[in-house]
């Protein structure tokens, strides 16, 4: 597909387990973001990759949440040791270089028990 | 660092009104902007964007908004709305590149 892709799209786990959350940008596309957004709320910015410059890590939220990206393309963006209040939907979204629109993707719903 | 507000967290109106949902944000010496929709279970799609030039900018599904620097604002208008622009909009405003501050978003409801 054409379009910014996220796996999975549903998770649900156990309180202090890890998960890996992944997001396929849109080919071409060298900025890549990621955002949470909880019930009712806006989005939160958590982290962002361009090119390979170091990332923009200001809006994670804690040490248990981390971001890599390889090759300029693939992102994982990891929770360590879940907390309730993780529970979100995560999502991605990518752009052209510049103040250009960001696609996104459908988001992960992430549900801590 | 830049904030939005969209004062609106609901608009109910009826289908084939008009309706305006309201962004501000803080000044800065440049910005650009946009509004995003969030359909249920969905991403966020572009609805249109001001990057420069014409201050009235017309987007998809017939929304068109208003940049206004000296009331910093945003608005964003249908003259006549139809029951699939029911969903979530979202404000947001970015002056570099790696920043793009979103609104808290306004629920539109549009009632048959």
């Known amino acids: 597909g054409a379009g910014v892709s996220q796996s999975p799209s549903n998770k649900v786990t156990e309180k202090g387990k890890d998960v890996e959350l992944r997001c396929d940008p849109i080919?071409?596309?060298?900025?890549l973001y990621w955002y949470r957004q909880s019930l009712g709320q806006g989005l939160e910015f958590l982290i962002y990759f361009q090119g390979n410059s170091a990332p923009d890590k200001s809006g994670l939220p804690s040490d248990r949440f981390s971001a890599e990206r390889t090759g300029g393309s693939v992102s994982t963006l990891t929770i360590q040791r879940t907390q309730q209040e993780d529970s979100a939907v995560y999502l991605c979204?990518?752009?052209?270089?510049?103040?250009?629109?960001?696609?996104f993707g459908d988001g992960t719903r992430l549900s801590i028990l | 660092a830049q904030s939005v507000t969209q004062l609106d967290s609901q608009v109910p109106v009826f289908e084939e009104a008009p309706v305006e949902l309201r962004c501000n944000y803080s000044?800065?010496?440049?910005?650009?902007l946009f509004w995003y929709v969030q359909y249920p279970n969905q991403g966020l799609q572009l609805l249109l964007k001001?990057?420069?030039?014409?201050?009235l900018v017309k987007g998809i599904n017939g929304f068109e908004a208003e940049f206004n620097k000296s009331q910093t604002s945003f608005h964003l208008r249908k003259p006549s709305v139809h029951i699939s622009d029911t969903a979530e909009y979202f404000c947001?405003?970015?002056?570099?590149?790696?920043?793009?501050?979103f609104g808290t978003g306004t629920r539109l409801t549009v009632i048959p």
């Open positions: 947001a405003v970015s002056d570099r590149p790696s920043n793009l501050f």
């Open positions: 080919s071409g596309h060298t900025a």
């Open positions: 000044s800065s010496v440049s910005v650009y």
């Open positions: 979204a990518s752009s052209l270089v510049g103040p250009q629109p960001q696609h």
């Open positions: 001001y990057l420069s030039g014409s201050t």
